[in-house]
């Protein structure tokens, strides 16, 4: 069996395909609601729950790697204090699929927020 390098799981096209997952569910999302739009305010909303769906379909896609990484990393790794393990969360901080996700959490918000001040 072919040795394959323990920081790439799912492949470079993983987040590609997440995120067109992302804007296919976002763009039923515009046809199912497309008739009740009316307003400019309306209108942007659905634009930034599109966008806020593509982000969040790539960075769910990126956090299931980094899971799946971690998870064979403590497997490998027994002994480990739990201090060390915090300090290591510290370290690591945010990685590109919490960035994502946090992102498309605001612009999904934003998505909200420009629905109800319009």
Do not use: C, H
């Amino acid at each position: 069996m072919p040795n394959r390098d323990q920081m790439i799981r799912m492949g470079p096209w993983a987040p590609v395909a997440g995120a067109v997952l992302g804007l296919v569910l976002g763009v039923v999302v515009v046809l199912l609601l497309a008739s009740a739009v009316e307003t400019f305010a309306e209108r942007l909303s659905l634009v930034f729950a599109v966008l806020g769906m593509t982000l969040l379909g790539a960075g769910g896609t990126l956090l299931a790697d980094e899971v799946r990484l971690l998870r064979r990393g403590t497997s490998a790794v027994e002994a480990r204090t739990s201090g060390a393990e915090v300090i290591a969360g510290l370290l690591n901080g945010l990685t590109p699929a919490r960035l994502l996700i946090l992102a498309s959490a605001f612009v999904l918000l934003l998505s909200a927020y420009v629905t109800t001040s319009g």
